[in-house]
């Protein structure tokens, strides 16, 4: 049964590309990241520093499997039609629809753009400097050939006293900021680790490492982001969480 849920999980989570009616680009300004684009529902907007920037039809994007789309969805159209308006501050001549079937991606000066699944219900980009899915993942800047800006971390992470955690309030954080990649149940995927049969110690230990910045594995960039919101108490009911009811 629990491979079947986590089956189901994965094809759930397998949204290769944000569709919409209309898409609206526009520009957000970050005190330590500076000016980037954003996407539908203000999203910030990522490229991978592999890709060609090309000309619409042939930028070459590298983030093709359906790992690596979940997360880092592409930034598409619904249609070939949708309309794909440039906000204040975006150069309208940059934006590009690449031909083909709908949905059709996105690309600005030539780049294929996406976005991260991290960054659902935060504030601060949290996908910079990320390196995962073969390369460097760096907000689109609305001058996208000037220098890439300030690597400042986003908002740190306010800690607080460790009690003995709370499953209960683990769990909602887990549903909220976990589950969309390691899976509701944590069984995981190719990519991302099953965190069943963790123990707390275990959980605990790998939470920190990653909190401090420091590499585990191959994927370790997109824990960093993730490990950096966490205070001392989260880890511990997320441990408490994973350690007793993800079995
Ligand atoms: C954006 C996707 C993503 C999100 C969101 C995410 N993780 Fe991870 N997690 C990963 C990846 C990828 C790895 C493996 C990293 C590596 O290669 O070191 C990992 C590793 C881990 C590990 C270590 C597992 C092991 O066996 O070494 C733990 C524990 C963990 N995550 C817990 C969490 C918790 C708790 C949350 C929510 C607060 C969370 N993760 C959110 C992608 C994610």
């Known amino acids: 049964m629990k491979l079947i849920t986590g089956t189901l999980m994965a094809l759930a989570l397998a949204t290769p590309a944000v569709a919409q009616d209309t898409l609206a680009v526009g520009v957000a300004q970050s005190d330590t990241l500076g000016p980037y684009l954003t996407g539908s529902d203000g999203r910030p907007v990522y490229r ?6 090309a ?9 093709t499997s359906e790992d ?10 619904g249609a070939s039609d949708t309309p794909v308006t440039a906000g204040d501050g975006v150069d309208a001549d940059l934006l590009t629809t690449r ?7 996105v690309t600005y000066n030539g780049w294929p753009l996406h976005y991260f699944v991290g ?3 935060t504030d601060a980009p949290q996908g910079q400097k990320i390196t995962s899915f073969g390369g460097d ?20 992470a306010t800690a607080s006293q460790g009690a003995s955690g709370d499953a209960s309030a683990g769990g909602q954080m887990f549903a909220r900021n976990c589950a969309q990649c390691h899976g509701r149940d944590g069984a995981g995927t190719s990519s991302f680790p099953s965190l069943i049969g963790k123990d707390a110690a275990f959980v605990t230990d790998r939470l920190e490492t990653y909190r401090a910045g420091e590499r585990v594995g191959p994927n370790s960039g997109l824990m960093y982001g993730v490990a950096r919101r966490l205070s001392d108490t989260d880890i511990a009911n997320l441990a408490a969480y994973i350690s007793t ?3």
């Open 48 to 53: 991978l520093a592999p890709d060609t920037q």
């Open 55 to 63: 000309d619409d039809t042939a930028a070459r994007a590298t983030c």
């Open 68 to 77: 690596c789309l979940q997360v880092w969805p592409q930034v598409a159209t």
């Open 99 to 105: 031909d083909g079937d709908a949905p059709q991606t």
């Open 119 to 121: 960054d659902a219900g």
């Open 137 to 156: 993942w760096q907000l689109v800047a609305p001058d996208v050939d000037a220098a890439p800006q300030d690597t400042a971390a986003p908002e740190g």
């Open 245 to 247: 009811e993800l079995n």
